[in-house]
């Protein structure tokens, strides 16, 4: 493959997780505004909220021309943040806090969004080792 086209390939994928992980917080946000106003739901709705805006955050600032190593440090707290966003949307349902096809679809998506950073760090790593 060409540079161009890798580079290409790169913005295009980096705008995609871009707008994936704000879409995260986005969601959060409102699924926590329909939680109940009761200490449980606050702190949970806080939480969710905290986390998932997190991963967006902590993604845009790695993907703004940092050092390797940095990078790759930030995507490893991405992962740590999307799946500890997913253990506050099951705690949310399991707890009977709040249920709805909108808090399923986000425990998927955060899932998914998890999975394709995982990847990422792997394949890092799998191309730092060749070029070793």
């Given at each position: 493959?060409?540079?161009?086209?890798?580079?290409?390939?790169?913005?295009?994928?980096?705008?995609?997780?871009?707008?994936?992980?704000?879409?995260?917080?986005?969601?959060?946000?409102?699924?926590?505004?329909?939680?109940?106003?009761?200490?449980?739901?606050?702190?949970?709705?806080?939480?969710?909220?905290?986390?998932?805006?997190?991963?967006?955050?902590?993604?845009?600032?790695?993907?703004r021309?940092?050092?390797?190593?940095?990078y790759?440090?930030?995507?490893?707290?991405?992962?740590?943040?999307?799946?500890?966003?997913?253990?506050?949307?099951?705690?949310?349902k399991e707890?009977?806090?709040?249920?709805?096809a909108?808090?399923?679809?986000?425990?998927?998506?955060?899932?998914?969004?998890?999975?394709?950073?995982?990847?990422?760090l792997?394949?890092?790593?799998?191309?730092e080792?060749?070029?070793?």
């Amino acid at each position: 493959m060409e540079r161009g086209a890798e580079t290409g390939k790169m913005d295009n994928f980096r705008e995609d997780m871009l707008k994936k992980t704000q879409g995260l917080g986005l969601k959060a946000v409102k699924i926590a505004s329909e939680i109940p106003d009761t200490a449980a739901g606050r702190y949970a709705g806080e939480q969710l909220v905290r986390l998932a805006a997190s991963v967006g955050i902590v993604y845009r600032t790695a993907s703004r021309g940092k050092p390797k190593d940095e990078y790759l440090s930030d995507l490893k707290t991405v992962v740590e943040n999307t799946d500890t966003t997913k253990f506050w949307l099951e705690l949310i349902k399991e707890s009977g806090l709040y249920s709805s096809a909108k808090l399923d679809e986000l425990m998927k998506e955060s899932g998914i969004i998890a999975a394709i950073f995982v990847k990422t760090l792997k394949s890092m790593r799998e191309k730092e080792r060749k070029n070793q």
